[in-house]
């Protein structure tokens, strides 16, 4: 029974772990700012989940309060630095950041952006019904963001009963 409770479990730790962990957490967004967890670019997602992963060594009891702290600390303080230097230089903002990639331009669906970014075009139509896209006619573009989300601009049809068969590509249709 050790594997659903050992009496050699630090539980009040754990506890009082938790509860640091998450007072420590609060003022270290209030400090940094809202972009600590934000997901602008692909480190800040890295850095969200890296945070998550030392939280979770602190709660295991495998890392010390003090030590988590310090590497949470160090990490929102990264990417603070990151984003103010972002600001500032232009250059330093292309090397870090991915640029977004236009995926359709109006009705056409663009292979080679597609190719290059390995997105397969069943994924894009996915997102356009996500979008409630019923008609090609609709879509003004369709846009990898820079954090690897796709936005699709569309407008609303104008004729609601014009529906395009290939939007159902792929899927399977059950009796």
């Known amino acids: 029974m ?3 409770y050992s009496p050699t479990d630090p539980l009040l730790e754990t506890i009082a772990g938790a509860f640091i962990a998450f007072v420590l957490i609060i003022l270290l967004t209030r400090i940094i700012g809202l972009r ?3 997901k602008f670019t692909v480190y800040d997602f890295a850095v969200t989940i890296a945070v998550g992963s030392i939280i979770s060594s602190v ?4 890392t010390s309060i003090a030590q988590g702290f310090i590497a949470i600390g160090a990490l929102l303080g990264l990417t603070y ?3 103010a230097l972002q600001k500032k230089s ?3 903002d292309d090397v870090i950041s991915n640029t977004p990639l236009l995926l359709m331009d109006g009705p056409k669906m663009l292979h080679d952006n597609l190719k290059s970014a390995k997105i397969q075009e069943a994924q894009v139509i996915a997102k356009l019904r996500e979008a409630n896209v019923l008609n090609y006619d609709q879509i003004v573009a369709v846009v990898l963001e820079s954090t690897g989300d796709i936005s699709v601009l569309h407008r609303p049809s104008s004729k609601d009963d014009d529906f395009e068969e290939r939007l159902l590509q792929g899927v399977v249709k059950r009796k």
């Open 81 to 83: 630095l990151f984003s």
């Open 59 to 62: 709660l295991t009891s495998s």
């Open 36 to 38: 600590s967890f934000a």
């Open 2 to 4: 050790d594997w659903i």
């Open 90 to 92: 232009e250059t330093f």
